[in-house]
């Protein structure tokens, strides 16, 4: 089981563009999590996917959005890059949490490392 | 709205002796509790969770953690700290609606063992 795999590791974009960064699930997962982490600070949820569409969502401008696909992989965009966005993404995955399949876990990637400049 | 705060953002302790990493939290209804790890350039590593099950929770690599809800505290304990340890603790409660939905971190707390 390969867990949840996020390209690519690094990443360096200049101000204005913009960025797609691509996850993939833990196998037997549905459910994907998007998190920014800033340097010396804890994640923050940036939002969640789950069957293709956007399940919840965190206090990110619209320049941050998402995509899932039938596979459940997915995608994060942002777009108009500010030097602010430079962070570490972080991917996670889970199972949907339904009447009979409680207290599951998030399972995390290493992250793709941003950089803009 | 559901929040923590980890106590301390750095914590130094000698190999071989106990650890106790700080945590409280705010929720406004049974939360979902976690210690994740994370070492330099890795991902985040889940040490342990408290689902309302069992107070005291037991976790991998020798830590383990205890809800209090009176004093509204998760704190992670290990016995005697090994070199491999060295690492930054997140304190993490589940937001509404389920264990696994929209983590909210704690600011993190980084270990240091000395030899």
């Known amino acids: 089981d390969a867990g949840v795999t996020q390209s690519p590791t690094h990443l360096i974009k200049t101000r204005g563009q913009q960025v797609t960064l691509r996850c993939s699930p833990k196998s037997g997962h549905d459910t994907v999590s998007w998190y920014q982490q800033a340097l010396g600070q804890g994640p923050q949820f940036i939002f969640q996917?789950?069957?293709?569409?956007?399940?919840q969502r965190g206090n990110f401008p619209d320049r941050f959005s998402g995509h899932q696909f039938p596979n459940y992989s997915s995608e994060l965009n942002v777009n108009a890059l500010l030097l602010g966005d430079s962070a570490l993404y972080l991917c996670?995955?889970?199972?949907?949490?339904?009447?009979?399949?409680?207290?599951?876990?998030?399972?995390f990637g290493q992250g793709t490392r941003l950089t803009v400049v | 709205a559901q929040s923590v705060t980890q106590l301390d953002s750095h914590v130094s302790v000698s190999e071989g002796t106990p650890v106790l990493l700080r945590c409280n939290y705010s929720?406004?209804?049974?939360?979902?509790l976690f210690w994740y790890v994370q070492h330099p350039n890795k991902g985040l590593q889940l040490l342990l969770k408290y689902t309302s099950a069992a107070t005291l929770v037991k976790g991998i690599n020798g830590f383990e953690a205890e809800f209090k809800k009176s004093e509204t505290s998760f704190h992670l304990t290990k016995p005697s700290a090994h070199m491999s340890d060295a690492a930054e603790y997140f304190c993490v409660v589940s937001g509404e609606g389920g264990a696994t939905n929209k983590l909210i971190f704690g600011t993190g707390t980084l270990l240091a063992v000395q030899p």
């Open positions: 929720s406004s209804y049974s939360p979902s």
């Open positions: 996917y789950y069957e293709e569409e956007e399940r």
């Open positions: 996670a995955s889970s199972l949907a949490e339904t009447g009979f399949k409680m207290n599951t876990e998030a399972f």
